[in-house]
Nanobody, 123 residues
Framework: QVQLVESGGGLVQVGGSLRLSCAAS????????MGWFRQAPGKERRFVAA????????YYADSAKGRFTISRDNAKNTVYLQMNSLKPEDTAVYVC????????????????WGQGTQVTVSS
């Protein structure tokens, strides 16, 4: 079982930056691939970024490329999402997820989900 707790969200102006953190349970974090998703009110949850469990390979949605960076620190059982050059369309609840079955862009690949942290980007 994996438990995930996100933090680091908040209110930021257009062009600003935030760093989200996701703390995971210690026993299985090192063998779990991790992903970040986001969901705005009235919209479907969408993939943002993912990082593999074995070697730290990463993959990003087109909307995140060049602005967001996913990373992990296995010693701290934590995955991060550094978000730069934020836009109003980035406003959403950001949720981290974990899987021990593989990794990818589809939320169906992920078995464990956090509660989310709100990111609001104002004009």
């Amino acid at each position: 079982q994996v438990q995930l707790v996100e933090s680091g969200g908040g209110l930021v102006q257009v062009g600003g930056s935030l760093r989200l953190s996701c703390a995971a349970s210690g026993r299985t974090f090192g063998t779990s691939a991790m992903g970040w998703f986001r969901q705005a009110p009235g919209k479907e949850r969408r993939f943002v970024a993912a990082i593999s469990r074995s070697n730290g390979n990463t993959y990003y949605a087109d909307s995140a490329k060049g602005r967001f960076t996913i990373s992990r620190d296995n010693a701290k059982n934590t995955v991060y999402l550094q978000m730069n050059s934020l836009k109003p369309e980035d406003t959403a609840v950001y949720v981290c997820a974990a899987t021990q079955r593989g990794w990818g862009t589809s939320e169906s690949m992920y078995d464990y989900w956090g509660q989310g942290t709100q990111v609001t980007v104002s004009s």
